[in-house]
């Protein structure tokens, strides 16, 4: 089984919940689709954007190969239900889920409480791949949880670009790895909420601080993208 996650720009969400039927038909499973709306709109403190224009949807989905003749049936249906003026790049991942999802049981399909924050991640100019990935998936995943109100985090490293679904490699924009985090909705617009340190000042600078200097190991804060999103589950 392999993932693919697309990042799509200038998608149309509506249709992009309607094509799961087709998807699962065409073999997709455990399908999730991300999206920037109106709810999510009080998380705009936390979006970090490096590029234009920025991802508005993400859909992730496991399938038996992403060879690219059996992938293509998924590629076009994602690309037909994004609309026609969307962007999209597709990327196969390995998944690692430190935190598997710990909150309130959702009907398929319905919005999950609170938000997904989608960051895509660059390693800096000049650091060894093995280098990133040690301070990222060995070093700061227990830095990440123990300072955050996560009820869910996953870790995707980029096995390689596939393209914008079915063109081949070229075209869709470098990415090193793609982090998926859940937080609860009042740490859309708090940042106590969202560090895990309600009512404590002290202690939310000092998870500000170990944050900063963890991420500063590993990432690019120049070509980092991060999106607030409202996630829904088909599983």
Same mark, same amino acid.
Not at 47 to 76: C, E, G, K, M, Q
Not at 200 to 207: G, I, K, M, V
């Given at each position: ?9 200038? @998608?149309?969400?509506?249709?992009? =919940?309607?094509?799961?039927? &087709?998807? #699962? @038909?065409? *073999? ?7 999206l ?32 690219? @003749?059996?992938?293509?049936? =998924? ?19 390995? #998944?690692?889920c430190?935190? /598997?999802?710990s909150? /309130? ?12 924050? /989608? ?7 000049? $650091? ?6 040690t301070?990222? =998936? ?5 830095? &990440? ?9 996953? $870790? ?10 079915g063109?081949?490699?070229? *075209? ?7 982090? #998926? #985090?859940?937080?609860?909705?009042g740490?859309? *617009? ?36 991060? /999106? ?5 589950v088909?599983?």
């Amino acid at each position: 089984m392999e993932k693919i996650i697309y990042v799509l720009t200038g @998608a149309d969400g509506d249709r992009l =919940l309607a094509s799961v039927d &087709a998807l #699962e @038909a065409v *073999g997709a499973m455990r399908i999730q689709v991300d999206l920037v709306d109106d709810a999510v709109a009080p998380a705009a403190r936390w979006r970090i954007v490096h590029r234009t224009p920025a991802p508005d949807a993400f859909v992730s989905l496991w399938s038996a190969t992403a060879h690219r @003749a059996a992938r293509s049936p =998924l590629d076009a249906i994602v690309r037909d239900a994004a609309g026609p003026d969307a962007g999209l790049g597709a990327y196969l991942v390995t #998944e690692s889920c430190p935190l /598997i999802s710990s909150g /309130i049981a959702t009907p398929r399909g319905r919005r999950t409480p609170g938000f997904a924050q /989608i960051a895509l991640l660059r390693r800096p100019a000049g $650091q060894p791949t093995e280098a990133f990935l040690t301070a990222w =998936l060995d070093e700061h995943t227990d830095v &990440a949880l123990e300072t955050q109100s996560t009820f869910a985090y996953t $870790q995707n490293v980029v096995v390689r670009s596939l393209g914008t679904a079915g063109d081949g490699a070229d *075209g869709a924009d470098p990415v090193d790895g793609i982090v #998926e #985090e859940c937080f609860p909705e009042g740490a859309m *617009g708090d940042p106590h909420v969202f560090f895990d340190a309600v009512g404590d000042d002290e202690r939310l600078a000092d998870h500000t601080a170990r944050m900063v200097a963890s991420t500063s190991k590993f990432l690019d804060f120049d070509r980092i993208v991060v /999106i607030p999103t409202s996630r829904y589950v088909f599983d």
